[in-house]
């Protein structure tokens, strides 16, 4: 089974600033890792995802992640924020083979202000 | 349709009624997941379809809670003798490729239910 520890419940940031989600996960078994954001009153909409390959993993609007296998982490970073970047994020993580069912973290809320 | 829909997006209901969500995913997705978002337990896994495959019912609380996906499209979630800690918001997902986690799930807009 897989567990993800979202660090931060709650990032407040500024228009422009860098921000960065910490995600961990736990697993006995190799995994791939995903970053999903919900908006207001929306579904979730997949941001990014590490299969293999590269650990630096780039996304849509402007986000990307950094795999590390040795610290078990997968942090989501993104350069300058937007107003339009207020939404809550969640890191998930699924097994390989047949183990498709995605375990996802607590969520952390990101709210950008002017 | 382009995406993942769900209906109703929201619903109402009393305590011990029974109701019905339905989700109707990507066309050609062979995987249909069910999840469920509330405040209390965070985003958990409920049932998942694959082809003409048994369904994992892993991750269904309670014998309350039952799933069928029809002609390997549409899918319904049922929960029989509502409790109020059933509210939440259940999601709906699929996928091309089932097995694996290899394929993206894409997320219904979801089911907002409230019992009363």
């Known amino acids: 089974a897989q567990s993800v520890t979202q660090l931060d419940s709650q990032v407040p940031v500024f228009e422009e600033a860098p921000v960065e989600l910490r995600c961990n996960y736990s697993?006995?078994?190799?995994?791939?890792l995903f970053w999903y954001v919900q908006y207001p009153n929306q579904g979730l909409q997949l941001l990014l995802k590490y299969l293999s390959g590269s650990t630096l993993v780039k996304g849509i609007n402007g986000f990307e992640a950094e795999f590390n296998k040795s610290q078990t982490s997968f942090h989501l970073r993104k350069p300058s924020v937007h107003i339009s970047d207020t939404a809550e994020y969640f890191c998930?993580?699924?097994?390989?083979?047949?183990?498709?069912?995605?375990?996802f973290g607590a969520g952390t809320t990101v709210t950008v202000r002017a | 349709g382009a995406g993942v829909s769900q209906s109703p997006s929201n619903k109402v209901t009393e305590k011990g009624k029974d109701v019905e969500l339905r989700c109707d995913p990507i066309?050609?997705?062979?995987?249909l997941y069910w999840y469920r978002q509330s405040l209390g337990q965070g985003l958990e896994f409920l049932i998942y379809?694959?082809?003409?495959?048994?369904?994992?019912k892993s991750g269904l609380p309670s014998d309350r809670f039952s799933a069928e996906r029809t002609g390997g499209s549409v899918s319904t979630l049922t929960i029989q003798r509502t409790q109020q800690e059933d509210s939440a918001v259940y999601l709906c997902a699929s996928s091309l490729v089932g097995t694996g986690g290899t394929g993206t799930q894409y997320f219904g807009p979801g089911t907002r239910l409230l019992v009363l």
């Open positions: 379809f694959q082809g003409n495959s048994a369904p994992d």
């Open positions: 998930a993580v699924s097994g390989r083979g047949n183990d498709y069912k995605l375990s």
């Open positions: 066309s050609g997705h062979t995987a």
């Open positions: 697993s006995s078994v190799s995994v791939y």
